[in-house]
């Protein structure tokens, strides 16, 4: 099955970019996500990009996929406070709509 | 909005008792997933529903665990003995067709946060 992997935290301070790294290992996923989790809260997507595509920006929001080395990056322009949280990346492969999370990164912004 | 409805938002329960939680999905969405959140780690799929019918519950505990859409609107999952090991977050989310080859948004609810002692 999927593995998906991401480092555990990451510190930037506030109007910064943060970029949070997300490597995952099945070649064959289909779209790759970005969730947002806030403490004790639900996940919110963010954005998701398609296996075919190499790079999507929305906004503040931009991911890069590189599928070679299956490596997804999200980064976040101008760093909000409100930009703390636990970001999750998440794939789905094939027909099947079950994704697999990574182990989520801590962003704190600091002043 | 449209928003996936969670209940209880936080249970605390003895081990070996029996605990129950409720969701609501986002009207007209055919596809629920349960999902478990172990402190400090990703989510993990329990078992999807498309409709009342059950599509994927091979990380479902089914000794304890059991989960039902009976007409196929809202779910309730269930452990019955809860072990210690149970205290999680439990999310559920929904899609409004899933399973099918192309990109299908799985909208969350705000989780039931459960602790057993």
């Known amino acids: 099955g999927e593995d998906v992997e991401q480092s555990l935290f990451l510190s930037v301070r506030e109007g910064d970019s943060s970029v949070i790294n997300c490597t995952y290992t099945?070649?064959?996923?289909?779209?790759l996500y970005w969730y947002k989790q806030e403490p004790g809260a639900g996940l919110q997507l963010l954005t998701y990009?398609?296996?075919?595509?190499d790079m999507k920006q929305d906004q503040r929001l931009t991911v890069l996929l590189n599928k070679k080395d299956k490596h997804l990056s999200l980064r976040i322009a101008d760093t909000q406070t409100g930009d703390s949280a636990i970001y999750f990346c998440a794939g789905t492969t094939g027909t099947a709509s079950k994704l697999t999370f990574g182990t989520g990164t801590r962003l704190q912004v600091t002043l | 909005e449209a928003e996936v409805a969670q209940s209880p938002r936080y249970k605390i329960t003895e081990k070996s008792q029996a605990v129950a939680f409720w969701c609501d999905p986002i009207?007209?969405?055919?596809?629920l997933y349960w999902y478990r959140q172990i402190l400090g780690q990703g989510p993990e799929l329990l078992v999807q529903f498309q409709d009342e019918s059950v599509v994927d519950d091979s990380q479902l505990p089914k000794d304890r665990f059991s989960a039902e859409r009976l007409k196929g609107v809202d779910s309730t999952l269930k452990i019955q003995p809860a072990e210690l090991g149970d205290s999680a977050m439990y999310l559920c989310?929904?899609?409004?067709?899933?399973?099918?080859?192309?990109?299908?948004?799985?909208?969350f609810g705000p989780g039931t946060r459960l602790l057993v002692l």
């Open positions: 009207s007209g969405h055919a596809t």
């Open positions: 099945d070649s064959s996923s289909t779209y």
């Open positions: 990009i398609f296996s075919n595509m």
């Open positions: 989310a929904s899609s409004q067709l899933g399973g099918r080859m192309y990109q299908e948004t799985q909208y």
